[in-house]
């Protein structure tokens, strides 16, 4: 019992955290990093501003928790389509990409939340440590995709293509959160396939599994 009762507070600490994350998340996307004030924070959340420093130090220590977090997801809604994916490395690849261009991963709400931390990004090196962590763990997948591919077992040439692959794939990204009513249904992941199977010399399109149909302009 006594082993449960410790399970149970950590488990509702960690709501309680989450709670605060997700609060100052909300009033980013509302009103840009100088909204998530302490005071606002608490309010959003229904606790006291000490209630907070339990759990954070410092307001910046919640920003950074908030920023991890942010990336965390959009990496992790990128990755859960791997899993339905099948074994054919081609496939798992373009299911990949298709993923990492259309909703949920596609949003303007996570892109203004993105934008708004750059600064941070900038100027806190615990902000940059955050980014090139989360940066480097997407990229890393990415070529591991590209590793599974057949031929391609150069360390070297596979970091080059997982940057070039990976770059295509954030300024789409980009731009369709930005101006979604510029794109048809379907449209950007026809070009983020077709861009990053001509870095790679394939036809990604082409590979889309059919559980993940491409969506033709």
Request: glycine content about 8%; hydrophobic content about 45%.
């Given at each position: 019992?006594?082993?449960?009762r410790r399970?149970?507070?950590?488990?509702?600490?960690?709501?309680?955290?989450?709670?605060?994350v997700?609060?100052?998340?909300?009033?980013?996307s509302?009103?840009?990093?100088?909204?998530?004030?302490v005071?606002?924070?608490?309010e959003?959340?229904g606790?006291t501003?000490g209630?907070?420093?339990?759990?954070?130090?410092?307001k910046?220590?919640?920003?950074?928790e908030?920023?991890r977090a942010?990336m965390?997801?959009?990496?992790?809604?990128n990755a859960?389509?791997?899993?339905?994916a099948?074994?054919?490395p081609?496939a798992?690849l373009?299911?990949f990409?298709?993923?990492?261009?259309r909703?949920?991963v596609v949003d303007?709400?996570?892109?203004?939340?993105?934008?708004?931390?750059?600064?941070?990004v900038?100027?806190d090196?615990?902000m940059?440590?955050?980014?090139a962590?989360?940066?480097?763990?997407?990229?890393?997948l990415?070529?591991?995709l590209?590793?599974?591919?057949?031929?391609?077992?150069d360390?070297?040439?596979?970091r080059?293509?997982?940057i070039?692959?990976?770059?295509?794939?954030d300024?789409?990204?980009?731009e369709?959160?930005?101006l979604?009513?510029a794109f048809?249904?379907g449209?950007?992941?026809?070009?983020g396939?077709e861009?990053?199977?001509?870095?790679?010399?394939l036809d990604?399109?082409?590979s889309?599994?059919p559980?993940?149909?491409?969506?033709?302009?």
């Open positions: 019992m006594q082993g449960e399970k149970f507070r950590r488990e509702g600490e960690e709501r309680r955290r989450d709670a605060l997700s609060a100052a998340l909300d009033l980013i509302e009103g840009g990093p100088s909204a998530a004030t005071r606002a924070i608490a959003r959340a606790v501003p209630l907070i420093r339990h759990y954070f130090q410092t910046e220590e919640l920003t950074r908030a920023y942010l965390h997801r959009m990496s992790t809604e859960a389509v791997l899993e339905a099948p074994a054919d081609l798992r373009a299911a990409v298709a993923a990492a261009l909703p949920p303007p709400r996570s892109m203004g939340l993105w934008a708004g931390f750059l600064h941070q900038r100027s090196p615990a940059a440590a955050i980014h962590e989360t940066y480097l763990g997407y990229r890393d990415l070529q591991e590209i590793a599974a591919l057949p031929g391609h077992n360390p070297a040439r596979l080059t293509l997982a070039a692959c990976n770059g295509v794939i300024g789409l990204w980009l369709g959160c930005a979604p009513e048809a249904p449209e950007l992941e026809h070009i396939l861009a990053v199977g001509a870095i790679l010399g990604l399109a082409a889309l599994p559980a993940l149909p491409e969506e033709t302009p």
